[in-house]
T-cell receptor, first 113, second 115 residues
Framework: DAEITQSPRHKITETGRQVTLACHQT?????MFWYRQDLGHGLRLIHY???????NKGEVSDGYSVSRSNTEDLPLTLESAASSQTSVYFC????????????FGQGTRLTVV | AQSVTQPDIHITVSEGASLELRCNYS??????LFWYVQSPGQGLQLLLK??????LVQGIKGFEAEFKRSQSSFNLRKPSVHWSDAAEYFC?????????????FGTGTQLKVEL
């Protein structure tokens, strides 16, 4: 079955380190998204991509970057991790056609100490 | 800018009782509306979605939601709650130009079910 997987599921890192969270989907979806989930804020959009070589900033993009070199993967990089980036991160993907929904990964819990 | 309001942070209901979770949205165009459920430590699972047509939509697990354009609401309902429904519920809105794109989420409602 097609799926979307995130790795790692849990990570602890130190302030100032570069961290990359992986997202891989096997649906061949063009659209991919990264969200962060924080108490009291729900999920907020970090970055998104509508296809290979396309990336766009979302609502809370400062301190994050993404790259899209193929259809299946959208890695999220924290350039210099900060304690404010401690959160649960969700990757999602969707088709480009209408009347579709986004499918979410299981999430990555990141702790910055 | 679009926004979604879920006014109830926590709701507790007894098993077998009816449930209504409120969702109000602000959106400048025709919206796509979604309800997702998140069990502890899990990702988000789609319960139901509204794109157009009949304003009462049926979803999985016995849930339904009604789109009311005049009230900018998309409330989630279930006639009889089961203990396994305890989870966090998120309402979300997306642009009409493409389903699933750039969702704006509410802050969520945590549902507790008393046995």
């Amino acid at each position: 079955d097609a799926e979307i997987t995130q790795s790692p599921r849990h990570k602890i890192t130190e302030t100032g380190r570069q961290v990359t969270l992986a997202c891989h989907q096997t649906w061949n979806h063009n659209n991919m998204f990264w969200y962060r989930q924080d108490l009291g804020h729900g999920l907020r959009l970090i970055h998104y991509s509508y296809g290979v070589q396309d990336t766009n900033k979302g609502e809370v993009s400062d301190g994050y970057s993404v790259s899209r070199s193929n259809t299946e993967d959208l890695p999220l990089t924290l350039e210099s991790a900060a304690s404010s980036q401690t959160s649960v991160y969700f990757c999602a993907s969707s088709e480009t056609t209408v009347n579709t929904e986004a499918f979410f990964g299981q999430g990555t819990r990141l702790t910055v100490v | 800018a679009q926004s979604v309001t879920q006014p109830d942070i926590h709701i507790t209901v007894s098993e077998g009782a009816s449930l209504e979770l409120r969702c109000n949205y602000s959106y400048g165009a025709t919206p796509y509306l979604f309800w997702y459920v998140q069990s502890p430590g899990q990702g988000l699972q789609l319960l139901l979605k509204y794109f157009s047509g009949d304003t009462l939509v049926q979803g999985i697990k016995g849930f339904e939601a009604e789109f009311k354009r005049s009230q900018s609401s998309f409330n989630l309902r279930k006639p009889s709650v089961h203990w396994s429904d305890a989870a966090e519920y998120f309402c979300a809105v997306g642009p009409y130009t493409g389903g699933g794109n750039k969702l704006t989420f509410g802050t969520g409602t945590q549902l507790k079910v008393e046995l």
